[in-house]
Structures are given as C-alpha cells and as structure tokens.
C-alpha cells in the first residue's frame, strides 16, 4: 500500500453500513467496514519544483523512499505524526492538500541532522523541512512560526551590529511573538543564577542590554547583506509564480 | 610542523554565546589554556558565525559571514588554525570550509559579499578549524593531562554529552571517521578521553549525540522541555552524577530545561551540569571561581567541595 494511502484510513473516510447486503451475501456491521472510494484531482504538479526554489529543498528529487529519515528523527520520536518522509513523497507527487493537513507541525524540525547524517541519496531532509516551512508561509498556508519570528529577529540583529547579544534578542522575540517575558521558569532560571554571581559580573550584563556589543566597521558589510537577501527573496519569489505558471500552461496545452 | 606544535599558538574564535550566557565556558576555556602553557590568541573584531537562524534565512549568507571570521584569522593575523569551542560556531566554519570548496555558487556569493565589505575574500584552505577539544586532545593529549593533574577528578561520575553540531552532517568533517586517533561520528569519544586521563570515571551514556532542542529552546518550548528531560534522565539512569557539555547553547539549555520541566512537568532530575574545561580546569589545580562554576545556572558547589575539588 503506497505511504499516503494509508493515512487515508481516518474516521471521516471509513464507511460501516448496519444493514447492507452484497451479491446476496450479508456483510452488515462493524466488521466489513469500508474506505470511501475516492478520486484525486487536486494534484499540485509545480510543488516540488516550488519547494526545491527555496533554500534547502534544491536536493528533494533525490529521494527514494527508505525512511531513514523519520527513522532517525528525534521530533518523530515525540511525535510520531512528524514524518520526513512521509511529506517528501506527498510532495513529489504533489499531494498538497493531504501536505497541508500536517502544516503547524512541520516548522517543528529542531534541525539535529539525524536524517541528514542517515540519508544514503543526501536529499539534505532538514533543508527540506526549511523549505516546506517556508514554502508554507509564503502561500499563505500558515502564519509566521515562531522559529522563523526568531530567526528573522536574530539575523536583522547581525545585518545591523555583527554580533548577537542574546537579552536583546530574547526580549525583542518574546515581544514580538506576544509572550510574556515573566513566565515561572525564566524567574526561577535568573533568581538561581543570580545566587552564585558577582556584582561586577552582573553589572556588566546589565550594560550590554544598554550598549550591544558590535562588530566596528560593519556598515559596508551590513549593506551588502541586507541587499543580497533582498535580491535572493525577489528572486525565490518568481521562481515560485514561475513554476506555478508554467504547470498551468502545460495543463492547459494538454 | 607536527600538529601538537601547530596547535599549540590558534586563534581563538569565543562567538557571541561565549559573551553571553556561555561565559563560564569563555572563561574556563582560557583558564585552562593558560594552565595548559597554550597560546590563544582572539580573532580581532570577529562577527557572528551565522547560527542556524540565518543558515534558516539564507545558507550562502551564513557561509559569508564565517568565511569573514575565517579570513580575518587568515589574512590579518596570518594563522593557520581557528579554534572555536561553541560547537555552533565549530559547525558553521566547517560547513562554510565545506561549501566554499564545493558549491561554486556559495563561493561566488562570498566573493561578492566580502568584496562589497571591503576584506579579503577567505579561499578554502587557508586556515584549519578546530574545536577546543581537538586543540587539547592534540596538544597535550591524555598522557600530558595525565602528568599535569592536581586535583584527580576520581570518584566522579561523567556523561559526556556532545549534542548534535559537533558530529553532523558527516561530510562536513572529513578528518573525523578517519582510522585510528580520529574523532567519531557516531560514537565521539575526543571528552570521554581527556576526562578519563583527568581521573572521571565516564558512564556508558547513549545520549551522547542526542539533540537538546537548542534550535527551538524559546520557539518551541514544550519540545525541547521533553528532548532535554529524557538526556537528563538516561545521564542519571547511567549513573551519572554530572554531564559534561562541550556546547553553549546545550549547556544553557539542560540547565534551563532541567529548571522547566520542574516548573511545568514536576519532573526533578538532580544531575550537575558542567562544561568540560570547567572539570579540567578543576583537575589542573584551578580553584572553581577561576573555572567561572558560580557562574553556571546548575549549582554544584556543594557537589564538588564534596568530592575535594573546592
């Protein structure tokens, strides 16, 4: 049974009749329980290659379905519905709706590797996952995740200044995506840091929050940055109308 | 030159997390160079390695912006060696090493980016990254710690725990994997090896290269809370009485972790959490302040005065 029809096997697809009566034969019941016949049109063709415009994802077609991914994933290990390759293959075959059902998990990648390390055809599953997530973002599928919020926080902060200074980044994450600041943990986290540090020390913490240590010179390499990741989003961004765009004429020419 | 000789005089790369909250793991690493007679020299005005928020953004930027640690060591200081503790920024300057002698377009874009900046665009090859445990582990290696320590650290239960960056993606680290005295991918043994010679008796941890959730510690919580309590829990389990970490961000997010899933879960696992130049370092004759100990979120003060170290 191929990988995506198995997952079809869900309460809304499974058919019991009480009283029902094939060829003469009796099947009523619990017992001849029946998957709703089905047909798929809603193929998107032009998503692999959408995916494999993003960052990441440029290895996909490499894949041949082993499973070595999932099979060392540390987030499928917690969540068995967080399934590598289980998304490449629906992407491949350009099963979008049935990717879409996954969609508020998939940013969940927490980039250990694993796969990357297990896979024997380098499809590079973690950069997939990026692409996926990103991909799934830029249609509109999903909001901002968190991660992408942190990672966008984190790396305006280096095009700006070089470096990171990680309470501002923190503070400006959590304020960003609507968090408090002051959850039970992160007080009991500081209090029991506080217990062991030195006045001078903490001082010095203090003072970076005001002045955040910076890389000197920075100004000329901050503005190329900042104009090459805007050229590469304008560009990933016609990649992905284009290959849209011309699926749709080769369906309509055929 | 031999590559004990080579090693013995790096620049040192510390990243911004050994500023932050990895400062103990900043200023144990140096105490121990200086204990050790080995010469750091830091990387001047270095920037942020790139992470993995912005390999996340854009790869081919993250390869710039370590390219630029690379060609500052390189080009203005003239050294041959980079050495990084943080396994994040370790990563990232392989990985830059990697794709730059690889991946024509990443090399192109760097080209263009460092032009643009204004500094010497870095070639692969030019310098060598190493991480603090390669630099120890070839300068001084275990017989040398063997005859330098003070204070054995006998009677010690250590899980070394490497986390994720330090072993993959393999291809980035072709000197690993590489026959006899070479480092391990799957089974890493480089801490196992200088804490054995330090006097620890290392436990049998199959954790060792498990993930701590570090890439989503505050953008997924909950994950990481899980993926951190169940290293804590085997650490334990094995009968460890303290993991070593070679990392910042795993560092910090054990003990942070360690402190969440006693808020959220009620799950209390009493294990100490230190970094491995802070257990060198003590075993070296160090007082435990000169290791920056009080500086760590997990107290184990008391634990070490107990076990002769304080």
Known sequence: ?254 | MTTKEKYKKVAYYPGCALEGTGHAYNRSTKAVGKALGLDLVEVKNWNCCGAMEVKNVDPKLQTYLSSRVMSVAANEMDMDVVMAPCNGCYHNLKKAEYDLKHDKESAAVVDKLSQKAGHKTYESGQVETIHALDWIKETIGEDGLRDRVRNSLKGIRVANYYGCMYTRPRHIFPEKDAGPGSESTSKPHFMDDLLAAAGAENVEFPLKTACCGGAHTLSDSDTSTKLVLNILKAAKLAGADVIATECPTCHTGLEMHQIRAEKRLGEKVDIKILYFTQLLGMALGLKPRKVGVHENISDSRRFLKEKGLA
């Open chain 1, 1 to 254: 049974m191929p990988i995506h029809e198995k997952s079809l096997i869900r309460p809304e697809n499974l058919k019991t009749h009480d009283k029902l009566v094939i060829d003469g034969i009796d099947v009523s019941g619990h017992w001849s329980t029946f998957i709703e016949s089905r047909v798929v049109a809603d193929y998107n063709e032009a998503l692999e290659e959408e995916i494999a415009a993003l960052p990441g994802g440029e290895y996909i077609h490499r894949c041949w379905q082993c499973g070595s991914c999932t099979n060392s994933c540390t987030v499928n290990a917690i969540n068995p519905d967080f399934n590598p390759r289980y998304w490449i293959y629906l992407i491949r075959v350009g099963m979008e709706s049935e990717l879409l059902r996954d969609k508020d998990i998939i940013w969940q990648c927490v980039s250990c590797n694993k796969c990357t390390y297990a896979c024997p055809r380098d499809v590079f599953p973690e950069g997939v996952m990026k692409a996926t997530s990103h991909w799934l973002e830029r249609r509109g599928h999903t909001p901002k995740s968190p991660s992408m919020h942190f990672d966008e926080v984190f790396t305006e902060q280096i095009v700006k200044t070089g470096k990171i200074e990680e309470s501002r980044t923190i503070r400006r994450f959590f304020s960003r995506t609507n968090q408090g600041l002051f959850q039970d943990w992160m007080i009991e986290m500081v209090k029991r840091l506080l217990s062991g540090l030195p006045l001078g020390l903490l001082t010095r913490m203090g003072l970076a929050t005001f002045v955040a240590p910076r890389t000197s010179n920075w100004s000329k390499a901050s503005a190329a940055m900042q104009e090459y990741i805007d050229e590469q989003h304008a560009k990933q961004e016609e990649a992905l109308t284009l290959a849209q765009l011309v699926k749709v004429a080769q369906k309509d020419a055929a």
